[in-house]
């Protein structure tokens, strides 16, 4: 037996490509609904916001303030390229909720993963670098969207999708650092409720933190997601200044590594027993 | 410690007696291996050796500190204390290289219930890197060797704990292990399905892959097991073939005698003198004796009627009762 030994993991095949393969696998199954999802939520939010609550938001800023608060763009400018990086926040988010569940109690496939030479945090990188992939396809799908609407007037737009990615994984690492310290999912939804909701509509993504109180803006600063929304606003508007993008995309880099560090300390603690 | 060397002498010359190659190639090694959870000891300092090539079985009650073990020597879980050797390697410094070697038949089936079953062969065999082609022939190989040919496209939800435990076998042999450890392979399966489990069991066997069975089935261990270990409360309370125990530990026959409920004590004091030894359980009285047959028409010359009686050969479960006082299963 063994005629065939497996090979040992080198840079061309990097360890997380195991469980990578199989995350994808299981995609399979499910991609037709994602896709679809992916371009119709951006069409349904900027019918809404554009026709509708645009269209009130725009006369009233044309009325009150001739520089416009929203920079001196149409509000579903403003608002389209922050909606991009806040659904990336969601889907970071999820594939790190009851998915991870899924592999650590419910299906216990992490279990069956580890009983071959895939080690912990092979998982942590498969796991990460597939949510990088969903984030990466589904904001892609959202931005041509965006573009086809004419949303997206600078060229460097096309970097929003890497923004997206990056703070997909700003809050992939966390949550699912948290989600392997639970028993159960009972926590999930609340997390979902206090976390990913306020900082959905806090974030400004729908309206400039500045119209916050103080010391929410200073919350608001504090997070992952108000850094992914102004540096995609930025880079889809064209009005990119070096040294705040460096800070946006810096802050978002070291969330995401300090998320992947925790995940793996709290997925080793849970699995290696 | 000398006791263990003392009994694994003991083993390594009833081997020669059976025709066996004096030469050992151990393909795992433990001496003094512990396991503990905080204050809990799971596994309290056991010594055993698994040789190439045959069948290796940890015989006891839940919680005895089998499954704690399986996990050391698959290297799922850190070794706490004492020596391990899988493979000729150390499991905490060489995890990945031991379990690609290794497959493992874990307790619960961590089966994907929602994909096909060819796919969870698939992706396992992906797991170890292996090409995809060479994956592919192992899994149509495989599925004929857990006779699932037939079940290949379906959803893994669907299938029978008996398939389900059959799938779970064929993949950890996808990546053609030397080593396969089997934690409980039949627990919660019917008969029928863990005799064809245990007639494929045999056939790895005879191509040379060394298997290590947890169970708490006293018969599963007779038929598979060429040595086994008795574990109770995370040590070894006794190791050597199924014959050696039971010639050992127990009679050569054993007479069983029902009384009714509150009777059965009574009954076993005048017994006493009818058998080398008498145990008394909760619903029947056992003597264990040479002769099972005279006993009884002992017995019964003594003016005793049991309500029902049988005679029958001693089994591994009459070692585990003589070493721990208790029965198997409750």
Redesign the interface.
């Given at each position: 037996?063994?005629?065939?030994?497996?090979?040992?993991?080198s840079l061309l095949?990097p360890g997380w490509?195991?469980?990578y393969?199989?995350f994808a696998?299981?995609y399979k199954?499910t991609w037709r609904g994602t896709v679809t999802s992916s371009i119709l939520y951006p069409i349904l939010y900027l019918l809404a916001m554009g026709l509708g609550l645009g269209h009130l938001v725009n006369s009233h800023l044309h009325a009150v303030d001739q520089t416009g608060r929203l920079g001196g763009v149409g509000y579903v400018q403003f608002l389209a390229p922050g909606l991009l990086v806040a659904s990336a926040m969601q889907w970071g988010t999820n594939e790190s909720m009851y998915p991870v569940m899924g592999g650590l109690k419910w299906?216990?496939?992490y279990?069956?993963?580890?009983?071959?030479?895939?080690?912990v945090r092979d998982l942590v990188s498969g796991h990460l670098a597939w949510v990088a992939t969903r984030v990466g396809g589904a904001s892609a799908l959202f931005l041509a969207v965006l573009a086809v609407f004419g949303d997206v007037p600078s060229p460097l737009g096309v970097l929003a999708v890497l923004v997206a990615v990056l703070t997909g994984l700003a809050f992939a690492g966390p949550v699912a650092a948290f989600t392997a310290t639970q028993e159960n999912d009972a926590a999930l939804p609340v997390l979902y409720r206090l976390g990913t909701v306020p900082l959905f509509l806090f974030s400004g993504t729908f309206f400039p933190i500045a119209q916050l109180p103080g010391w929410l803006q200073v919350v608001a600063r504090a997070t992952p997601l108000y850094h992914g929304v102004a540096l995609s606003r930025a880079l889809v508007l064209g009005r990119v200044s070096a040294p705040a993008a460096l800070a946006h995309a810096s802050y978002l880099v070291a969330m995401a590594t300090l998320g992947a560090w925790a995940a793996r300390r709290t997925f080793t603690r849970r699995l290696?027993? | 410690m000398q006791h263990a060397e003392a009994r694994q002498e003991d083993l390594s010359a009833s081997r020669e007696g059976r025709g066996r190659p004096a030469t050992r190639d151990e393909v795992v090694v433990a001496r003094h291996l512990e396991k503990r959870f905080g204050d809990f000891v799971a596994v309290d300092g056991i010594d055993f050796s698994v040789e190439r090539g045959e069948v290796f079985g940890f015989l006891g009650p839940n919680g005895a500190g089998k499954t704690s073990t399986m996990r050391m020597v698959s290297c799922l879980s850190p070794v706490s204390g004492g020596e391990l050797s899988v493979l000729g390697m150390e499991p905490n410094a060489h995890g990945p290289e031991i379990r690609r070697r290794l497959g493992l038949v874990p307790q619960d089936d961590t089966l994907d219930l929602e994909l096909s079953v060819r796919d969870n062969l698939y992706l396992y065999g992906r797991y170890f890197d292996l090409p995809r082609r060479e994956v592919r022939q192992r899994v149509e190989r495989l599925l004929e060797f857990a006779h699932l040919s037939e079940k290949g496209d379906e959803e893994v939800d669907n299938l029978s704990g008996g398939m389900k435990r059959r799938l779970t076998i064929a993949r950890a042999l996808i990546s053609e292990p030397e080593l396969v450890i089997l934690d409980e392979p039949t627990t919660g399966l019917d008969p029928q399905a863990r005799h064809l489990l245990w007639d494929r069991l045999y056939r790895l066997k005879q191509e040379g892959v060394t298997l290590v069975i947890t169970t708490h089935y006293m018969d599963e261990a007779e038929q598979l097991c060429d040595r086994l270990v008795v574990m109770d409360k995370g040590k070894i309370v006794a190791a050597g073939s199924p014959r050696q125990l039971i010639d050992t530990y127990s009679t050569r026959e054993v007479a069983e005698l029902r009384f009714g409920v509150d009777e059965n004590a009574a009954a076993a004091e005048r017994l006493a003198e009818l058998a080398a030894r008498v145990e008394v359980l909760p619903d029947r009285v056992l003597l264990y004796t040479d002769d099972g047959d005279e006993a009884l028409r002992a017995a019964l010359g003594l003016g005793l009627r049991p309500e029902a009686s049988l005679v029958r050969r001693s089994s591994l479960e009459d070692v585990f009762l003589r070493l721990t006082g208790r029965s198997l299963v409750d």
């Open positions: 037996m063994g005629a065939l030994a497996a090979p040992r993991p095949r490509l195991r469980p393969r199989y696998f299981r199954r299906l216990k496939t279990h069956a993963l580890l009983a071959t030479p895939v080690r290696v027993v | -």
